[in-house]
């Protein structure tokens, strides 16, 4: 489709980072090129220059490095053996390809598990899953653009904390870090989740004076391990600050001399700065905690609180209202079903819940999952350019899935786990549809809710139809948008 639309629609001149190809393209190139040039716009022109020239512009320093090193070395390595028929780019275009698809994958098997561990609802993960793999952000899940590999990572972190891998995940949540910048506030799972344990182990052993002093060993115990676990996840983007620090605040030399002339020329044309470029630092590095990531938002993108709040920025506001209105409907049902659990922050034990836990997506294990999706929206809403909220959100939080899936599995009588007779659409001889109580589907019916879907599309419900065409219509749209270098996107 990306192919199709890129070959039929003009491209839109957008003012965008677009670096000039220094190599002749071969037969081979035009053919990748037409493939897949769709997937290198936008963002993703800085991840393809960065992993063939490096950090050369400042604010390429925008975005972090452990994805473009792996398409360098997926470029280098898995595909040496086309170096005689493609250039650099083709080969990295092509690695971008394979290793945003392959991401997608695991992050799509990785939601799935950590669906059935939180949610304890098989249906609802697998639908979620799907969602995912539908999701209007799977558009930038294709392309050329760290997403996947951040959602990959931190699905993965997330499903193995559920599962009590505390460890494996603080190094997933590390490695995830150095993909995306808001990957740091997923330290706040590892810190609530030792809070919540502890809290609880309170709650259920109150302490005495004989038992002062193991409470204190204990409080230390859990401040160090707290200390070391936001140290790992914040280290991969400490040492790249340190480093952009160290290539454009430490005054060697002018601009590199193995810098192309064309590629200095667009420095100059555009006003992009080279690393200690006249021999004059950036203001940023006189900064008392000279953070470049910081700067590059502000002084390039404008990025700051209500800056985008400005009447012609009305249609990329449509872009994501959508999904907007999707998280705040998510928060305010979960809200409204557990308030006495919100405004404890889930740390009070209480009976009702020690004994079977509470499945769905109302349960309490969502919790902690639903603070971190409301504060990216929040954030993303006021301080961002507004149209990125969708893969902002699609790629680092799983509630919008499962929000989906649990009104689909709500409102959709197909797929129900149990129903009664005024409740369903269906016929007596339609009914076998209908998935049993425990899960599983009646004898004879198919247990893959898409099967049972299209085998029964007529009798959809309307709001099924309307969360299923919502995430069609929208992903084709954010195909076309893309792949086009059209305006407000």
Not at 77 to 91: A, T
Not at 324 to 343: F, I, M
Not at 379 to 395: A, D, N, Y
Request: hydrophobic content about 50%; charged content about 15%.
């Amino acid at each position: 489709l990306q192919a199709l639309f890129n070959l039929l629609i003009p491209d839109h001149a957008a003012d965008a980072f677009s670096p000039p190809r220094l190599s002749e393209a071969g037969p081979w190139d035009a053919v990748v090129e037409r493939l897949l040039g769709g997937l290198s716009r936008w963002d993703a022109e800085h991840f393809l220059f960065i992993a063939e020239r490096g950090y050369l512009y400042e604010h390429n320093c925008a975005f972090l490095p452990l994805y473009p090193l792996s398409l360098r070395a997926a470029a280098a390595g898995l595909l040496w053996p086309l170096g005689r028929l493609l250039r650099v780019r083709s080969r990295l275009l092509l690695a971008a390809a394979g290793l945003s698809s392959l991401c997608s994958v695991l992050a799509a098997a990785a939601l799935y598990g950590l669906g059935r561990a939180a949610l304890r609802s098989r249906p609802v993960a697998f639908l979620a899953a799907l969602l995912f793999s539908l999701s209007p952000a799977s558009v930038f899940l294709a392309a050329a653009y760290s997403e996947s590999m951040f959602a990959c990572l931190a699905f993965g972190a997330m499903w193995q904390l559920e599962r009590g891998q505390s460890w494996l995940s603080g190094l997933l949540f590390c490695l995830a870090s150095g993909v995306r910048a808001n990957g740091l506030l997923n330290a706040g799972f590892l810190l609530y989740s030792r809070g919540r344990r502890f809290a609880l182990r309170l709650q259920a052993a109150p302490g005495s004076v004989g038992k002062l002093l193991p409470l204190w060993k204990q409080l230390l115990s859990l401040a160090s391990s707290a200390v070391l676990a936001c140290a790992g996840i914040f280290l991969p983007f400490a040492l790249f600050q340190f480093y952009a620090y160290l290539r454009f605040c430490e005054l060697g030399t002018a601009a590199e001399p193995s810098v192309p002339q064309a590629l200095l020329q667009l420095a100059r044309d555009r006003g992009y700065r080279l690393a200690a470029m006249d021999g004059v630092k950036p203001p940023w590095c006189s900064q008392r905690f000279p953070l470049v990531y910081s700067y590059i938002q502000d002084s390039y993108w404008d990025v700051g609180f209500l800056r985008y709040f400005k009447l012609r920025q009305i249609p990329n506001f449509l872009l994501a209202m959508p999904v907007t209105l999707l998280g705040s409907w998510a928060a305010w049902t979960y809200v409204t079903v557990n308030p006495r659990h919100c405004l404890t922050l889930g740390l009070e034990r209480r009976k009702s819940e020690e004994g079977k836990p509470k499945a769905g997506f109302c349960s309490p294990a969502v919790f902690v999952y639903m603070v971190h999706a409301t504060v990216l929206l929040v954030f993303g809403f006021f301080c961002m350019h507004v149209q990125v909220l969708t893969r902002f959100l699609g790629s680092s939080s799983p509630i919008l899935y499962w929000f989906s899936a649990h009104l689909l599995q709500e409102y959709e009588p197909l797929l129900r786990t149990e129903g009664t007779g005024n409740q369903t659409m269906a016929s007596h001889t339609e009914k076998s549809v209908l998935a049993s109580s425990d899960g599983a589907c009646c004898r004879g019916t198919p247990e893959n809710p898409v099967v049972r879907l299209l085998m029964n599309y007529r009798l959809i419900t309307p709001l099924s139809k309307c969360l299923l065409g919502f995430f069609l219509s929208y992903w084709l749209l954010g195909l076309i948008l893309h792949c086009n270098f059209w305006p407000w996107t």
